[in-house]
């Protein structure tokens, strides 16, 4: 089977890891998968993927300002035109994909049967009344429409109506490259608190900081991400204003994803909303208690491992935090929980569930 999957870039984000992770198993299947990217610019998502073996075209290589002109550019619509019809699947991700693809099959009235994955609970287009029908037409051009949670299901099935071609497919992580023993807290000089997640609107670090803010001098956090909406230079100046400058550690994007969550002692997921939450996953996984945001989505994946707080209540927040650093028995129980937890969603189940999903379109 050939099967394309179509995503804006690689950049550092929780859709773009699944890329990496997923396409080179879909390979393993017996299938040929190739990615296209609207936006090619180097990143080392794309060079990870490239050097396991998956082929990758691009529209555009644009960085900075032009990087998200480019990505809805109608000339994108044509510029799909010579890929469409090689392949048996094509999959996409993200607005501009699921857009452009389902028009560019239409003007060639090519034959590939189209996937796509919905990735989150909740996106800015849905509050556009106007979009609505739009979206309608986008979704009715497609085979198969891939849920990553139960939350992201109900919330679709609200917005566009109950359909059968609503599945959901768990999201998957490479447990294997998270797996650490289980950690063991005791009274230390101090405790490293860690949020991994780009700074994007959904993400909710003002609440992590002021919970900082109610904590003992000797915790300290680090938020680890790409700043994608131009958040870094609040977050620092809410820092300063609330007097915990010296205590946060801002670490930018990274790759070493796995051994930052090992020298943590606790791991946050504070988020507005989530569509499934891969960081949590992978915080479980490195043996970690997770304390996350109970909000639709991440609730599901969390809730009976994990910690969950009162979205935006930043008290709240900080007791949990602190009872789970004074209490070593108590946190050893929900670290095992969280690891457990973690198992279910191993990306090889994921990757089996998707190739069933298009043996069965073809």
Request: hydrophobic share 40%.
């Amino acid at each position: 089977m050939k099967i394309l999957h179509v995503i804006t870039t690689l950049d550092i984000g929780g859709a773009e890891r699944l890329m990496v992770d997923l396409l080179p198993l879909l390979q393993q299947n017996g299938n040929q998968v190739d990615l296209l990217l609207f936006n090619g610019v180097d990143t080392p998502f794309k060079e990870e993927l490239m050097r396991k073996g998956v082929h990758i075209y691009q529209l555009s290589c644009w960085k900075g300002i032009k990087h998200h002109y480019e990505v809805y550019n109608p000339i994108n619509i044509f510029r799909l035109k010579k890929y469409l019809k090689k392949y048996d699947i094509i999959h996409t991700h993200n607005t501009a994909c699921q857009l452009y693809v389902a028009l560019a099959v239409l003007l060639q009235n090519a034959k590939s049967k189209l996937v796509t994955t919905e990735h989150n609970t909740f996106n800015r287009r849905r509050s556009l009344k106007w979009f609505k029908k739009i979206d309608r037409w986008i979704y009715n051009n497609y085979s198969s429409i891939v849920c990553i949670s139960e939350q992201t299901r109900r919330n679709l099935s609200d917005y566009i109506g109950n359909s059968g071609k609503i599945i959901t497919i768990h999201n998957g992580v490479n447990i294997s490259r998270f797996l650490k023993p289980i950690s063991v807290i005791s009274k230390k000089s101090n405790y490293v608190i860690s949020m991994i997640s780009a700074f994007r609107k959904q993400k909710d670090h003002e609440t992590l900081l002021r919970a900082v803010s109610r904590l003992p001098n000797n915790y300290r956090l680090q938020l680890a991400g790409r700043d994608f909406d131009e958040k870094v230079p609040a977050l620092k100046q809410m820092c300063v204003d609330l007097g915990i400058q010296n205590q946060v550690d801002f670490l930018g994007a990274r790759s070493d994803v796995p051994e930052l969550l090992e020298k943590s002692d606790v791991v946050v997921l504070s988020s507005h909303w989530e569509g499934f939450g891969l960081a949590a996953v992978e915080a479980m996984a490195s043996g970690r208690p997770l304390v996350a945001s109970d909000v639709g989505g991440l609730r599901d994946v969390v809730r009976g491992a994990g910690v969950l707080f009162p979205q935006g209540d930043d008290k709240e927040l900080a007791v949990k935090i602190q009872w789970l650093c004074e209490h070593p028995d108590e946190y050893h129980e929900i670290a095992e929980r969280c690891q457990e937890r973690a198992k279910r969603y191993d990306i090889t189940v994921m990757a089996e569930n998707y190739s069933n999903l298009y043996k069965s379109i073809v």
